[in-house]
């Protein structure tokens, strides 16, 4: 299977970023140059227009949901990771998919295995978007993967940046370290109520129909999936814990009127525990 996703959100980011009703939750505005691994701009993450070919046979719409369905929900028999993280405002739990992305798993698996994530904050939160954390010095510029080194993006044509995905940080392409990020919001749903003649427009351009149903009935942040990033699990649990943390989100903007994304108080990750599965 072969789409041309980067070309068809080329055309329309502009339109999204008009057309949600809150301007300060869309991924053009929700990140800062000063801060190399944020959740990014939809400036950089349309950098990367390539054809992509997927290593998944073509499944059929109805396979093709059902499948998304079970991993969005933490059903199946999957060759997955179980991973419980307790904050100081809750636990989430997750559900990682190594086939889909080997590299980013092994390495937030390792990472966490070693202890790395406990006592870190999650340091840039914006209400509506996302919640970033992952950087042990808490500045959104720091942070290393388990190689020591950066390391390249991965792409998967069944996962997607549903409310609760799970996807690396970076500050470009292929420049992966520690930093995650979890989707809290949904942009989707308000561009469809402003433009619903853009979802024929995205299926036309190779959105898969699974995907965008998906997005109706979830919710999530559809103009970040370009392949700017990648993505590697759900969570499965604690959605509500995630909506709490992004209620710290202070409403400071910067020069330019962009959310800065500092916590109005401090959320710490406690513990990271692996659960690997069969």
Known sequence: MKRLLTAVLAALVLVSVTACS??????????????????????????DEQDRESSVPELSYEEHLALMEEMYQGN????????????????????????????????FVGLAEKGYYEGVTFHRIIDGFMIQGGDP??????????????FENEFSENLFYFRGCIAMANHGLNTNG????????????????A???LRDKMLEGGWPEAALD????????????????????YVIE?????????????????????????????????KVTVEKTE
């Open 238 to 270: 604690g959605l509500d814990v995630v909506d709490k943390i992004a209620s710290y989100d202070s409403g400071e903007v910067d020069e330019q009127g962009s959310p800065t994304g500092k916590p109005s108080k401090e959320i710490v990750i406690e």
């Open 76 to 107: 199946g028999d999957m060759n997955d990771v179980i991973v419980t993280m307790e904050t100081s405002e809750g636990t989430i739990k997750l559900r990682l998919f190594p086939d889909e992305a080997p590299k980013a798993v092994e390495n």
């Open 195 to 197: 433009q619903p003649e």
């Open 22 to 47: 809150n301007g300060n939750k869309d991924t053009n505005s929700s990140s800062s140059s000063s801060q190399p691994q944020s959740a990014a701009s939809q400036e950089n993450s349309t950098q």
């Open 178 to 193: 520690s930093q995650f990020f979890i989707v809290q919001g949904d942009s989707y749903n308000p561009m469809l109520q």
């Open 137 to 150: 010095t808490g500045t959104g510029t720091g942070g290393e993967s388990i190689w020591g080194e950066e």
């Open 214 to 233: 998906l997005y109706e009935k979830y919710g999530g942040y559809w103009s970040l999936d370009t392949g700017a990033y990648t993505k590697f699990g």
